[in-house]
């Protein structure tokens, strides 16, 4: 696996933020997209002296078009892993097939409970004592490709939506990193069991 990579962000980037952070993925980064031009995310980005791009959604008149504009920046960049960190649309199969294996994504639950949008507010509706992090590989299944990494967080009995977030964040902002560090050093496996990180439990 070579080591460019880009980062795809819809909102408030602190995942994006803790990736360029980490000494062994920061100087990887080369790109970082959003569909969103609000999006905080992309000042992180400038800040960090990142290139950034911006594909918004209203752009393209339909997904299959939107997701061959993102193929073609990536590949123009020689991209060879993609973390999407709080990036909230759906990419369909002509984006995932060209980097299966290569895509991974953060998302705020225990996988395969509480997939979509909503996940914190989801598990505090529900009632779970128990919530947490995935890390997964992108499959064009939505929030169901082979999980790398996980960790749960307990759910405390005066959480509110804030209070629970910034827990689930912190894990994330552990997994996030070391999930894309494995990745760029080519210890990510997949098998029949889900992936997993060579020379660690799980
Ligand atoms: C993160 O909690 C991430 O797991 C979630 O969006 C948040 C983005 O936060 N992603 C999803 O819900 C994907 N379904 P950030 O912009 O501060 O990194």
């Avoid at 123009?76 to 973390?83: E, G, L």
Wanted: charged share 25%.
């Amino acid at each position: 696996m070579g080591g460019r990579v880009a980062v795809l962000a819809s909102g408030e980037g602190t995942n994006l933020q803790a990736l360029l952070d980490d000494p062994a993925v920061g100087p990887s980064i080369l790109l970082v997209v959003s569909d969103r031009e609000d999006a905080p995310a992309l000042g992180r980005a400038r800040r960090a002296a990142v290139e950034t791009l911006v594909l918004g959604s209203g752009e393209f008149p339909g997904s299959p078009d939107y997701d061959r504009a993102l193929v073609n920046e990536l590949q123009a960049r020689a991209v060879d892993c993609v973390a999407l960190a709080g990036f909230m649309r759906i990419l369909g199969p002509d984006v995932v097939r060209v980097f299966a294996g290569r895509m991974l994504n953060v998302h705020p639950s225990l996988l395969p409970a509480f997939p979509g949008a909503r996940s914190v507010a989801d598990a505090l509706a529900y009632g779970v004592k128990v919530t947490g992090v995935t890390v997964h590989l992108v499959s064009e299944e939505v929030d169901a490709g082979p999980i790398l990494l996980q960790e749960p967080v307990p759910i405390l009995p005066d959480d509110d939506w804030a209070s629970l977030e910034a827990r689930v964040h912190q894990v994330e902002h552990r997994l996030l990193p070391r999930a894309v560090r494995a990745m760029l050093e080519g210890r990510v496996y997949v098998d029949e069991r889900g992936a997993r990180i060579e020379g660690e439990p799980g």
